[in-house]
């Protein structure tokens, strides 16, 4: 798929911005602070339905707005093609008087919540922050594993937000228990609901690591041209199928991992074993006031050649693996969609040598449609600029033709 129009309003730093597109690279240059990772953000932003970037959703409206219109707001909108069909999508968001933001999202005019919106258009965004999925925190991970997911199975954005609620209330109810009031009773319908939601999330991040430890190895040997192998591994908070954990601390033995990536239990079966979990570690969790296992518990492990690259990666490695699970989510899009999504890749090649460059612009070239941005044009070799379906220079939230 690919974008054939955006419009921003009051969006960042653009006032009025309206851009016609069309399927290739498109290189978008620009010194520091002028507006090219808020151009990519808002293209995120339709197909997400929200900021990456943003703390509030008040902080994508524009300061000129918000400071001098009587009633500001930000308007979001694209024109997309997909192989079958064309659509418009717009969002739009508005400050009411206590200055809680509203939200509006239309899909060719029509209004729709923000679970039926995503997964319309699918964009694949790379930050140079992405290093953050490898070194950070598990939740980082699971933020990638999630928002990648929504994207391409609506059942997964349902089933989530379905298990957050059900967490809230949950763990609301395990603090009340602890503290000795009401009864234990109404936990079993909290686990229920739980366990069935949970399920869910479980078997598609266990069925969607699996592929992408596949698309990633694939990725990452390209990218590092060094005959290492990455691997994927997902670490459930507790295993529905009870196989020993693993020491990441150390190298890992290929045979040690086969067993951890084989898992074949169906949702309903999943479910089951997470209630029997629940049940288990129900007086903990009383004494607790939370929810102790669960998705909102898990990891992913990455590993080259057994070595787990969290804990003990060098820095280039982290990098291509960021980059390579990039490329691994639009290999999985395309799989799963039918469709390439739109790939924005933000200030990606200052942080490459020369043979990485070469690569990563060979893969950005077999994309339907991308957008990447640098602060200079000699990132770009001859050849890819030639090739590119348009180059353009931001200034000051102006984008200009070169
Ligand atoms: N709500 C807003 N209203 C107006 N301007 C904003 C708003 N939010 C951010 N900006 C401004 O937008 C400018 C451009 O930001 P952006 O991050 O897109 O720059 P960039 O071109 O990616 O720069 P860099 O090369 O440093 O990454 C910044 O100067 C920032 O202060
Ligand atoms: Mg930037």
């Given at each position: 798929?690919?974008?054939?129009?955006?419009?921003?309003?009051?969006?960042?730093?653009?006032?009025?911005?309206?851009?016609?597109?069309?399927?290739g690279?498109?290189?978008?240059?620009?010194?520091?602070?002028?507006?090219?990772?808020n151009?990519?953000?808002?293209?995120?932003f339709?197909?997400?339905?929200?900021?990456?970037?943003?703390?509030?959703?008040?902080?994508?409206?524009?300061?000129?707005?918000?400071?001098h219109?009587?009633?500001?707001?930000?308007?979001?909108?694209?024109?997309?093609?997909?192989?079958?069909?064309?659509?418009r999508?717009?969002v739009?968001?508005?400050?009411?008087?206590?200055?809680?933001?509203?939200?509006?999202?239309?899909?060719?005019?029509?209004?729709?919540?923000?679970?039926?919106?995503?997964?319309?258009?699918?964009?694949?965004?790379?930050?140079?922050?992405?290093?953050?999925?490898?070194?950070?925190?598990?939740?980082?991970r699971?933020?990638?594993?999630?928002?990648?997911?929504?994207?391409?199975?609506?059942s997964?954005?349902?089933a989530?937000?379905?298990?957050?609620?059900t967490?809230?209330?949950?763990?609301?109810?395990?603090?009340?228990l602890?503290?000795?009031?009401g009864?234990q009773?109404?936990?079993?319908?909290?686990d229920?609901?739980?366990a069935?939601?949970?399920?869910?999330?479980?078997?598609?991040?266990?069925?969607?690591?699996?592929?992408?430890?596949?698309?990633?190895?694939?990725r990452?040997?390209?990218?590092?041209?060094?005959?290492?192998?990455?691997r994927?591994y997902?670490?459930?908070?507790?295993?529905?199928?009870?196989?020993?954990?693993?020491?990441?601390?150390?190298?890992?033995?290929?045979?040690?991992?086969?067993?951890?990536?084989?898992?074949?239990?169906?949702?309903?079966?999943?479910?089951?074993?997470?209630?029997?979990?629940?049940?288990?570690?129900?007086?903990?969790?009383?004494?607790?006031?939370?929810?102790?296992?669960?998705?909102?518990?898990?990891?992913?492990?990455?590993?080259?050649?057994?070595?787990?690259?969290?804990?003990?990666?060098?820095?280039?490695?982290?990098?291509?693996?960021?980059?390579a699970?990039?490329?691994?989510?639009?290999?999985l899009?395309?799989?799963?969609?039918?469709?390439?999504?739109?790939?924005?890749?933000?200030d990606?090649m200052?942080?490459?040598?020369?043979?990485?460059?070469?690569?990563?612009?060979?893969?950005?070239?077999?994309?339907?449609?991308?957008?990447?941005?640098?602060?200079d044009?000699?990132?770009f070799?001859?050849?890819?600029?030639?090739?590119?379906?348009?180059?353009?220079?931001?200034v000051?939230?102006?984008?200009?033709?070169?």
């Amino acid at each position: 798929m690919h974008l054939t129009k955006l419009a921003l309003v009051n969006f960042r730093n653009y006032a009025g911005l309206v851009l016609d597109l069309g399927p290739g690279p498109l290189l978008l240059c620009g010194d520091n602070a002028q507006g090219k990772t808020n151009l990519l953000e808002a293209i995120y932003f339709l197909a997400t339905t929200r900021s990456t970037f943003a703390r509030a959703e008040r902080q994508v409206i524009n300061w000129q707005s918000l400071e001098h219109d009587a009633l500001p707001f930000a308007r979001l909108e694209a024109h997309v093609q997909r192989q079958n069909s064309a659509f418009r999508i717009d969002v739009t968001l508005l400050p009411d008087e206590a200055g809680r933001i509203h939200k509006e999202m239309r899909l060719n005019g029509v209004k729709k919540r923000a679970l039926d919106l995503v997964g319309q258009l699918n964009a694949v965004l790379f930050i140079p922050e992405d290093i953050d999925l490898v070194t950070g925190a598990p939740a980082a991970r699971r933020r990638y594993l999630d928002i990648t997911l929504c994207q391409i199975e609506p059942s997964y954005c349902h089933a989530l937000s379905q298990y957050n609620q059900t967490l809230t209330q949950r763990n609301a109810l395990l603090k009340q228990l602890g503290e000795r009031q009401g009864s234990q009773d109404q936990l079993a319908f909290w686990d229920e609901q739980l366990a069935e939601h949970g399920a869910v999330l479980i078997v598609s991040r266990r069925e969607a690591i699996a592929a992408l430890d596949r698309l990633g190895r694939e990725r990452y040997r390209v990218l590092s041209n060094q005959g290492e192998t990455l691997r994927l591994y997902y670490a459930p908070s507790f295993d529905p199928e009870d196989r020993p954990s693993l020491d990441y601390q150390r190298p890992l033995l290929l045979e040690e991992l086969l067993p951890s990536a084989q898992a074949s239990l169906s949702v309903q079966e999943v479910a089951r074993a997470y209630l029997l979990r629940l049940r288990q570690a129900r007086r903990e969790e009383i004494a607790r006031g939370m929810t102790l296992t669960g998705p909102h518990r898990d990891d992913v492990h990455f590993l080259v050649d057994g070595v787990d690259l969290t804990l003990y990666g060098s820095r280039g490695q982290q990098r291509t693996t960021a980059l390579a699970l990039r490329f691994a989510e639009v290999d999985l899009m395309r799989q799963t969609t039918g469709e390439s999504p739109v790939l924005l890749l933000d200030d990606v090649m200052s942080e490459l040598d020369a043979g990485r460059r070469a690569r990563v612009t060979a893969m950005v070239g077999d994309v339907e449609q991308s957008i990447v941005t640098t602060t200079d044009w000699d990132d770009f070799t001859d050849a890819f600029r030639d090739r590119a379906a348009g180059l353009l220079q931001v200034v000051d939230g102006e984008v200009e033709p070169v």
